[in-house]
Nanobody, 124 residues
């Protein structure tokens, strides 16, 4: 499995960005997720799309503003981010795993495959 994240950048508060994660080697049974890490902070869960497209899950801090989706034809996972705030500033990582159990979905350490990260900076 290989993942490559892109789409980060600098945006003003209230703006939007769409992150992309080009994936190879994943199947419909792969759970995909987005995590982020701000300077001096631990990597945190942002969103996940459960295998088989059976459900989407979000952290409380992004629920209602971010949307995770997947285009199987393009083997790409997206994270649409709206109403961005400076607190969303972080490096964003896409991740994938085919063996996750539901209780591990928000645990970054339980994902086997990672993209390289893309920087998102939101100015006030």
């Amino acid at each position: 499995v290989q993942l490559q994240a892109s789409g980060g950048g600098l945006v003003q508060a209230g703006g939007s960005l769409r992150l992309s994660c080009a994936a190879s080697g994943i199947t419909s049974r792969t759970t995909v997720g987005w995590f982020r890490q701000a300077p001096g902070k631990e990597r945190e869960f942002v969103a996940a799309l459960w295998r088989g497209n059976t459900g989407t899950y979000y952290s409380d801090s992004v629920k209602g503003r971010f949307t995770i989706s997947r285009d199987n034809a393009r083997s790409t996972i997206y994270l649409q981010m709206n109403s961005l705030t400076p607190e969303d500033t972080a490096v964003y990582y896409c991740a994938a795993d085919s063996r996750l159990i539901m209780s591990s979905m928000r645990m970054w350490s339980d994902y086997d495959y990672w993209g390289q990260g893309t920087q998102v900076t939101v100015s006030s």
